[in-house]
Each structure stands twice: as structure tokens, then as C-alpha cells.
């Protein structure tokens, strides 16, 4: 079962950058598939970024396209959400995700689909 820790939030000005890592505790960590989810005070979890197993698929919300940038790093079994340009609206806990799928090669969307989740960073932009 492998273990999430989500690391790098903090509090940035609107238009500022952060770098979150997810760091996995799993051998087999090129096996899973990863995603961020955010969740906003008052606000349903939302995805934000998926990346595949081997790295070479991703997928983004619509809300940051062009913003963000998901990455990963199997030989140190972590994975990175740059954040560029954020704003107010990007304020939110951050979690990272991994669904287990060795012979597949996804970057899921959907929440329901993973199975482990790390506990989360505070990610807060200042107007």
C-alpha cells in the first residue's frame, strides 16, 4: 500500500509560482498512475492534473491550462505540480492521488478512481 506526502504549499501573492511535490513510499511506483485534487473551503474536491505511469500522458482542468504543469520522477518516486501564475481562485488544500494500474498507461480524471490519497498542503493566494 503505498503512502502519499504532499509537500511545497505555502502563501504567494497572485501571479507568484509554487512547486508541490508528492513523494510516494512504494517500490512500484511507476505502477501507478497520479493526480492532484483540490479542495476549497465550502467547495466539492476537484481534479486538477493527472499523469500516467510511464509520464508521457497528462491531463489538466480547464482552470489551469497552461498554468500548470504536472511531472514525475520514477527513479525518485515523486511527482511535481509547478504552478505558475496562480491566483486567488487557486487557493485551496492540494492532495495528491495514485491509483494502482501496472499494465495500463492513464492519467485519470475522476476521483473515484484512486485509491490512496496523501493528506494534503495548503496552497493560499493573496490578491
Known amino acids: 500500500q503505498v503512502q502519499l506526502v504532499e509537500s511545497g504549499g505555502g502563501l504567494v501573492q497572485a501571479g507568484g509560482s509554487l512547486r508541490l511535490s508528492c513523494a510516494a513510499s512504494?517500490?512500484?511506483?511507476?505502477?501507478?498512475?497520479i493526480g492532484w485534487f483540490r479542495q476549497a473551503p465550502g467547495k466539492e474536491r476537484e481534479f486538477v492534473a493527472a499523469i500516467s505511469q510511464s509520464g508521457g500522458i497528462t491531463n489538466y482542468a480547464n482552470s489551469v491550462k497552461g498554468r500548470f504543469t504536472i511531472s514525475r520522477d520514477n527513479a525518485k518516486n515523486t511527482v511535481i505540480l509547478q504552478m505558475n501564475s496562480l491566483k486567488p481562485e487557486d487557493t485551496a488544500v492540494y492532495y495528491c492521488a495514485a491509483d494502482f494500474s501496472p499494465y495500463s498507461d492513464y492519467a485519470r480524471l475522476h476521483l473515484t478512481e484512486y485509491d490512496y490519497w496523501g493528506q494534503g498542503t495548503q496552497v493560499t493566494v493573496s490578491s
Open positions: 512504494e517500490r512500484t511506483f511507476s505502477g501507478y498512475t
